[in-house]
């Protein structure tokens, strides 16, 4: 998969968007290996899970007023000013920062329907996004460490130490692109732990991936709160109660078996950083 093509559709996919690769809910044979579970109401679990050792739950994580992306008066450029200035614009973390003002911002959600910006559920969120990318101005920014490029690092010192980076970067990570492509990777090579086990196609994994990622790690950037980008972008789309918070938000949108397959690799992903 090219990499630019790549942190586009995971930016669309943890927006509630896109859905190139979302599970068909009419359709058994696309999740056969999953079978519904005694108690048919399987939801992303909203409670905090550990992250490992000295990191912060998703779900507690509180970063530092105006460090993240969320928060009652989040604004994106003054926010990845913030970041820049104290972690260096080499930052991988800023990296996933500017990636998730860049999708926010390039469609403003106001625009894309009028009648939902008239709608309860739907208006609290398309007025957040739009506030938080007011004078949004991409081009002030730009990264400038290495990329994380893992099909490089395979054609260069081969597969092994490929999968080896995708590991750690699983292990360590904060930055939910780069989690979901580390983990993009492993499935594209079929090198998933247990994958077949999962049942589903290489796509309707990557999907499931890209939002286990995010709940696993979105605490670390204020972003999956109830007053979040991640949130807002999911509820600006498909509407929810103000109040919602990004797991719950994943709950309205996602069939029963995709939760279920969401937590699986959640979980997965929470003993790799254990």
Request: hydrophobic share 35%.
């Amino acid at each position: 998969m090219n990499k630019r093509i790549g942190i586009v559709l995971i930016g669309a996919i943890l927006a509630g968007g896109a859905g190139l690769y979302m599970l068909k809910k009419d359709d058994p044979s696309s999740i056969s290996a999953l079978q519904d579970s005694p108690n048919n109401e399987t939801t992303v679990d909203e409670t905090a899970r550990p992250t490992g050792s000295g990191q912060r739950s998703a779900q507690t994580s509180t970063p530092l007023d105006r460090q993240g992306l969320g928060g009652d008066n989040l604004r994106l450029q003054d926010t990845l000013r913030a970041v820049i200035a104290l972690k260096g614009s080499d930052s991988r973390e800023v990296a996933g920062m500017l990636n998730s003002a860049m999708h926010a911002c390039s469609k403003p959600a106001t625009k894309a329907d009028n009648s939902r910006s008239t709608d309860a559920q739907h208006a609290w969120a398309i007025q957040y996004v739009e506030a938080a990318c007011q004078g949004f101005d991409a081009s002030e920014f730009r990264y400038t460490g290495p990329p994380l490029d893992i099909a490089a690092i395979a054609k260069k010192e081969g597969k092994p130490a490929a999968a080896s980076k995708a590991l750690a970067e699983i292990s360590t990570s904060n930055n939910y692109f780069d989690v979901a492509s580390a983990g993009w990777y492993l499935i594209e090579e079929n090198q998933l732990a247990n994958q077949e086990g999962f049942g589903v196609s290489q796509e309707a994994l990557a999907e499931a991936f890209a939002y286990a990622s995010a709940l696993t790690t979105c605490g670390q950037m204020n972003a999956c709160g109830t007053k979040s980008l991640l949130t807002a972008q999911i509820c600006s789309t498909h509407g929810c109660p103000p109040g919602t918070n990004y797991a719950q938000a994943l709950n309205l949108i996602l069939s029963p078996k995709e939760q279920q397959l969401v937590q699986e690799l959640r979980s997965w992903l929470s003993e790799q950083r254990g």
